[in-house]
């Protein structure tokens, strides 16, 4: 799935990031419920959701539309969000990853992600679009006790 996104977004970026009005839904159908629409507010810099797959809501336990990432994030936090998402916007590259999340069995549950850069008429980036694959699971969905025990305390975790 990321390598998906990053041959679209590599197709359209002609020299530079792709513009938003590149990305047609048409292009990208088959992968749409593990996607992230994030909108990037310059001075602070912050991410906020603005769309979230539906994949990505059921896998995570909750919808992070218009959430702010850095409102979401526990102070032992394992992924560095925010920097990856900061690299990104400072380099104009898109970047990857994979991340890890333990399950009520004691398995590490592992997902990749991809976070690429888009910007709206102008040069600057403006949004991210992003992806999580989360491979085959399907049982392990109410098993994933970091999201799972936070949601349930109060303190959601952005996946």
């Not at 380099?91 to 549950?109: I, K, M």
Request: some cysteine; charged content about 30%; aromatic content about 12%.
């Amino acid at each position: 799935m990321v390598r998906s996104v990053h041959r679209w977004w590599l197709d359209k970026s002609a020299g530079d990031i792709p513009d938003r009005a590149d990305l047609d839904p048409a292009d990208l159908k088959r992968l749409l419920p593990n996607l992230f629409i994030a909108d990037v507010e310059h001075a602070p810099f912050r991410i906020r959701y603005r769309l979230m797959g539906t994949r990505a809501i059921e896998a995570t336990g909750m919808d992070l539309t218009g959430r702010y990432l850095d409102e979401l994030l526990p102070a032992d936090l394992d992924e560095p969000w925010m920097d990856y998402y900061h690299r990104a916007y400072r380099t104009r590259r898109p970047l990857f990853g994979a991340c890890e999340a333990p399950t009520t069995s004691g398995r590490r549950f592992i997902y990749e992600f991809g976070l690429f850069p888009l910007r709206k008429g102008g040069a600057t980036v403006e949004q991210f679009l992003a992806i999580e694959d989360y491979f085959d699971l399907t049982s392990t969905l109410i098993e994933l006790v970091e999201w799972r025990a936070r949601k349930a305390a109060g303190a959601p975790r952005s996946a």
